[in-house]
C-alpha cells in the first residue's frame, strides 16, 4: 500500500459528460501529480500541484482541469468528454520537489467513455 | 524537452534468465533516473534509483548505472522469477523553478515463465 488513495476504482460515462477524480496524498505529502496512461500514448505527466499551488503542467487538455484543496487532497476534472479520454488516470504524491524525488503513486481511475 | 526512450516489450523470458531492459533518456542539466515497475492492477512502485552519473542503484537483484556519457539507464538482473513478471518503466526526474516532474519511457511489459 503506498499510502495514496484514488477514487473511485472505476468510472463509466457517456460522451459529452463531465467527471471528478479524487486524490488523497500520502500523510506528509505536500505535492501532488496526476498521470494519464492510455495503450497508445503510455504514461502522460497531466498536472502538478505543491501545498495548493499549480507547479508544472504536461499534457493536459483544456478540457481538464484540476486543484489541490487547503487539506492537500487533489481533483482532477474531466469535461465534455469524448471517446479518446478513456484511460487509467494516476494520482501520485511526494514529500516535496527536490531533485530525486520518490514519487508514491495511487492504484489509479479506469475512466470508461462510452 | 526531456524525453525517455526504452526498448520496445513485450519481452518473455524463462526463468532464471539473464534481463536486460535498455533505456535512453534525453535531458538538458542533470536528472536523477529512475526505474518503476507497475505489477497487474497496481500503481507504479519505485524499483532503484540513481541521481548522479556513474551511480548504481539496486534493488531485489535488479541493478542500473547512470551513464552520462552514453545518456542511458539500462536495467538488468542476473535470474529473473515468474514474480518479476511486470512492466517496467524507465523515467527521469527534474526539477526547477518550484516544480518537479518526473518524465517516464513508455513502458516494456516483461513476462516470465516457469
Known amino acids: 500500500d503506498s499510502g495514496v488513495t484514488q477514487t473511485p476504482k472505476h468510472l463509466i460515462t457517456a460522451t459529452g459528460q463531465r467527471v471528478t477524480l479524487r486524490c488523497s496524498p500520502r500523510s506528509g505529502d505536500l505535492s501532488v501529480y496526476w498521470y494519464q496512461q492510455s495503450l497508445d500514448q503510455g504514461l502522460q505527466f497531466l498536472i502538478q500541484y505543491y501545498n495548493g499551488e499549480e507547479r508544472a503542467k504536461g499534457n493536459i487538455l483544456e478540457r481538464f482541469s484540476a486543484q489541490q484543496f487547503p487539506d492537500l487532497h487533489s481533483e482532477l476534472n474531466l469535461s465534455s468528454l469524448e471517446l479518446g479520454d478513456s484511460a487509467l488516470y494516476f494520482c501520485a504524491s511526494s514529500v516535496g520537489v527536490s531533485p530525486g524525488e520518490k514519487l508514491f503513486f495511487g492504484s489509479g481511475t479506469q475512466l470508461s467513455v462510452l | 524537452g526531456n524525453s525517455v526512450t526504452q526498448m520496445e516489450g513485450p519481452v518473455t523470458l524463462s526463468e532464471e534468465a539473464f534481463l536486460t531492459i535498455n533505456c535512453t533518456y534525453t535531458?538538458?542539466?542533470?536528472?536523477?533516473l529512475f526505474w518503476y515497475v507497475q505489477y497487474p492492477g497496481e500503481g507504479l512502485q519505485l524499483l532503484l534509483k540513481a541521481t548522479k552519473a556513474d551511480d548504481k542503484g539496486s534493488n531485489k537483484g535488479f541493478e542500473a548505472t547512470y551513464r552520462k556519457e552514453t545518456t542511458s539507464f539500462h536495467l538488468e538482473k542476473g535470474s529473473v522469477q515468474v514474480s518479476d513478471s511486470a512492466v517496467y518503466f524507465c523515467?527521469?526526474?527534474?526539477?526547477?523553478?518550484?516544480?518537479?516532474?518526473?518524465?517516464f519511457g513508455k513502458g516494456t511489459k516483461l513476462s516470465v515463465i516457469p
Open positions: 523515467a527521469l526526474g527534474q526539477s526547477g523553478a518550484g516544480s518537479y516532474q518526473l518524465t
Open positions: 535531458a538538458t542539466g542533470y536528472p536523477s
